[in-house]
């Protein structure tokens, strides 16, 4: 089972969660036949004497239940069940941060909350990214908590204009482009920039040809639409 996560918070960016959540679900959604198969389905968790599972994470209730099907999933984390987006839509999440250590890759939102959160230690330790071990990624003003993190120090990273003393204060390298890649870490900066970093992530997780279609899939006539329906 391929997991990715996208992180959101209070004032998320709505079209930085949104256009990550369509596209990266597009190989579930649109094009499943490019999936590899699908994994043995897991065994049961166990469970305690009162019928519930272990974790230290159920006493918070996120309700609402990520994409899931085949071998793909894409949910929303959040530190809280539900966040409210910098639109004012009740954004309800899938899980606590918590769980983004245990996936194949992350994306991290962005919004003017993440000037704070690039400092707020118990944030911080609670959202523990590993680009050793996962694909680390971040939409605009999110490089900023990858450079609280310690993951930006000496890097070369792209983040939202307005961000970039802040982003340099934590020892990242700005650089003026609109997608900065290395070996497992992505940055994009421009909401629409989005759109070539799911494209270099699908193709990290699965190949070039699923990730063309599935970006093409959303662009216009003479631009690539014409290419997948043709």
């Known amino acids: 089972m391929t997991e990715i996560a996208i992180i959101a918070f209070d004032g998320v960016t709505d079209i930085d969660v949104w256009l990550h959540w369509d596209f990266l679900n597009r190989p579930l959604t649109m094009f499943p036949e490019m999936l590899p198969p699908a994994d043995e389905p897991p065994e049961e968790e166990e469970t305690d ?18 994409t899931r099907g085949g071998n793909w999933s894409v949910m929303i984390l959040g530190t809280k069940p539900q966040h409210v987006t910098a639109a004012g839509y009740e954004l309800r999440t899938h899980g606590p941060i918590e769980s983004a250590r245990d996936m194949d890759a992350v994306v991290v939102a962005s919004g003017p909350a993440t000037r704070e959160l690039m400092n707020d230690a118990e944030f911080l330790a609670r959202l523990l990214l590993d680009p050793d071990d996962q694909y680390v990624c971040s939409q605009c003003s999110g490089a900023l908590i990858l450079a609280g993190s310690g993951l930006l120090a000496g890097v070369e990273a792209t983040t939202y204009p307005t961000a970039r003393e802040a982003l340099e204060s934590k020892g990242g390298i700005f650089v003026e482009k609109p997608l900065v890649t290395h070996e497992r870490m992505a940055m994009a900066a421009g909401c629409l920039a989005g759109v070539e970093l799911d494209r270099w992530l699908l193709t990290q997780l699965i190949d070039k040809e699923t990730a063309d279609k599935c970006i093409e899939s959303g662009l216009g006539w003479g631009q690539g639409i014409e290419r997948v329906y043709a």
């Open 49 to 66: 004497e009162d019928g519930e599972g272990g974790g230290e994470d159920e006493a918070v209730d996120y309700e609402a239940q990520p």
